[in-house]
């Protein structure tokens, strides 16, 4: 299964709505780590995520995040 960078970029006011956001929302991001620069001003968040393309990697994801995200496609790689 293919696994996806998920990029959001959100304003500074929007970080408590970004993370309220996912209250009550069924997601297997729910409590997982993610990278966030929000604390050091850059008021962006990295999630990693698995699904069969970049639309159902986005729906796991509430709709009001989803919309400033992005879904890229990565994979492992060895650095040489």
Do not use: K
């Not at 970080?15 to 993610?34: D, E, N, Q, Y």
């Not at 990697?57 to 060895?78: G, K, N, S």
Request: proline content about 9%.
């Amino acid at each position: 299964m293919p696994s996806y960078l998920l990029h959001n970029r959100h304003a500074a006011d929007d970080c408590g709505v970004v993370f309220a956001a996912f209250r009550g929302f069924p997601s297997p991001l729910r409590h997982a780590t993610a990278l966030s620069s929000c604390r050091t001003g850059g008021h962006e968040i990295w999630w990693q995520a698995t699904a069969p393309d970049p639309q159902a990697a986005l729906r796991q994801l509430p709709r009001f995040v989803a919309t400033a995200t992005t879904a890229i496609r990565i994979e492992r790689l060895d650095t040489p």
